[in-house]
Every structure is written in structure tokens, then in C-alpha cells.
């Protein structure tokens, strides 16, 4: 059984850092793609970045390019979203998720979500 377990999420003022986590279990992902979103109240669920397992390219929304980096630990499965000069607008819950085949950037392709952390940026 798959799981993905978000950590990492917090308050932060604008211009601030923050580091989200995702534990991956229950398979092999080598042939997944691995990615993260995010939701703000009374917004759809927003693609943020994604990578696939056996590549090191990556892909970000306009919005956090040079701002988001995504990678991952191969020993630990874990994934991260290292996030700096976060930005007000950049507050929503993050969630990790994940699918088998090539990186898309819309939602409903992917099979295993987590359960999201919440992201908070003050002004």
C-alpha cells in the first residue's frame, strides 16, 4: 500500500524559508513521477513542481520558478520542496503526490496523494 506522509509545513514571514518533506513507501517508485501541490481556501488544487524518479530533471510552476527547488533522497524515498522567499500568496496546504509515467502538471492523473501540510505565509 502506498503511502506519502507530508512534513515540514509551518508559519513564516514573507521572505522566509521553509522545507516540506514527503516519506514515500509501499513500492518501488523508480518509474514514478513524484510531484507537489498545493490548495488555497476557495481555490482549486494548484501543480507546484514535479520530477520522475529516475531523472534528475524538474519541472515548477511559473509562480515558485527560482524560488522552489524540488529533489529527493534515493536511500531515504523521501522527497523535499525546499521553499524560499516565500510570498503571502505562496500560503495553502502542500500536499505530496505521486503517479506512474510522465510528469503531468493537472491533478486528477495522480493515483496516491498525502495527506498535506499547511503553509502559512504572513505579511
Known amino acids: 500500500q502506498v503511502q506519502l506522509v507530508e512534513s515540514g509545513g509551518g508559519l513564516v514571514q514573507a521572505g522566509g524559508s521553509l522545507r516540506l518533506s514527503c516519506a514515500a513507501s509501499?513500492?518501488?517508485?523508480?518509474?514514478?513521477?513524484m510531484a507537489w501541490f498545493r490548495q488555497a481556501p476557495g481555490k482549486e488544487r494548484e501543480f507546484v513542481s514535479a520530477?520522475?524518479?529516475?531523472?534528475?530533471?524538474?519541472y515548477h510552476a511559473d509562480s515558485v520558478k527560482g524560488r522552489f527547488t524540488m529533489s529527493r533522497d534515493n536511500a531515504k524515498t523521501t522527497l523535499y520542496l525546499q521553499m524560499n522567499n516565500l510570498k503571502p500568496e505562496d500560503t495553502a496546504i502542500y500536499y505530496c503526490?505521486?503517479?506512474?509515467?510522465?510528469?503531468?502538471?493537472?491533478?486528477?492523473?495522480?493515483?496516491?496523494w498525502g495527506q498535506g501540510t499547511q503553509v502559512t505565509v504572513s505579511s
Open positions: 520530477l520522475q524518479w529516475s531523472s534528475v530533471v524538474t
Open positions: 503526490a505521486a503517479r506512474a509515467g510522465w510528469p503531468v502538471t493537472s491533478a486528477p492523473p495522480y493515483d496516491y
Open positions: 509501499g513500492r518501488t517508485f523508480r518509474t514514478y513521477t
